[in-house]
């Protein structure tokens, strides 16, 4: 009789809301009892909490990270004529949330150890319509915020975070967020702090910036009625907030979890040739909201066959991102050439994202490396 293989799934939101179910259907009731659904002293409860665990004086919630983003740009009059610089190799919400208020992303390439921005291209990059720098955390492991924060000081740039990958992830003991002069986290439900819908927040140590943000959020407006700037409706709602407070509490072992996922990972592709697994950066402290390896020496097409061997024998991954946003066809206009972005164009045909989340078992883990190994075979 052939044995039953439980399929190992990418991510698994199911196994860590059966162990706080309780917990967060008090708190939905509670709100949905209240009668107050939009503001109120839920949200500003989650507000301040998650600025605390952040490390910042000011936490402004909105509706999504990509708001964050784009909140965090209109707070400082970045818009038409200014470029920021970050990072191709990221979701669009990054660039997207610059093009939206006007401005141009100016891509620049990647680290292959880290997939993070590289520092040392920022110079570079750096014109007279420069006004900020946008690092990205992605996949929860930080980017050198030394060598980023320095740049920024010393061409009087703006630096916004986005942490929508990295929430709880550290820079020398300092949380993401919590570095530059604001900090952009999402809430979307895969994330380490995720919600059971959109949510997003921006944390600053800037009274006046978190003053503009709340005031975009809000249709422009203080006083009900009384418009002050063309602003967007982007409020968290509160049931969102109730969800997450209850989910903050439990975030510290959650990513603790997640880096004893990773570290079982690395001992145990260790052992496989021309795979490239990621690691602890110096001075940093990942949170691994994902984990992707890099397939030395893949295209993008064997890259997939992998995948889909992979899935015959019953584990699942996922490509982030499978094309960098220099090649994205809203951001030809740009006129990055063949070879402009080589590291980006390289680790976007090889990477290759593992299942990744607290509650993923050694079982399930050596599952995936023998699922890994057969079909490296095969292909």
Known sequence: MNKIITPVPPLDLTGQYATIESDISTAVLKVLASGQYINGPVVESFATAFGHYIGTEECVVCNSGTDALYLALRSL??????????SPFTFIATAEAISAVGAKPVFIDIERTTLNLNPTLIE????ERTKAIMPVHIFGKPVDMDAVMAIAQQHSLWVIEDCAQATGAEWRGQKVGSIGHMGCFSFFPTKNLGGCGDGGA???NHPDIAATARLLREHGSKVRYHHEAIGINSRLDAVQAAILQVKLQHLAQWNAQRMAVAERYRQLLASIPNVLAPSEIKAGTSVWNQYSILLEGFTANRRDRLRSAMQDHSVSTMVYYPIPLHRQPVYQNLGYGENALPVSDQAAAEVLALPMFPELTEQQQEQVIQALRKSLQQV
């Open 124 to 127: 570079a990059a750096i014109t």
């Open 202 to 204: 921006l944390t600053t």
């Open 77 to 86: 009059n970045i818009g038409p004529g200014d470029e920021v610089i970050t």
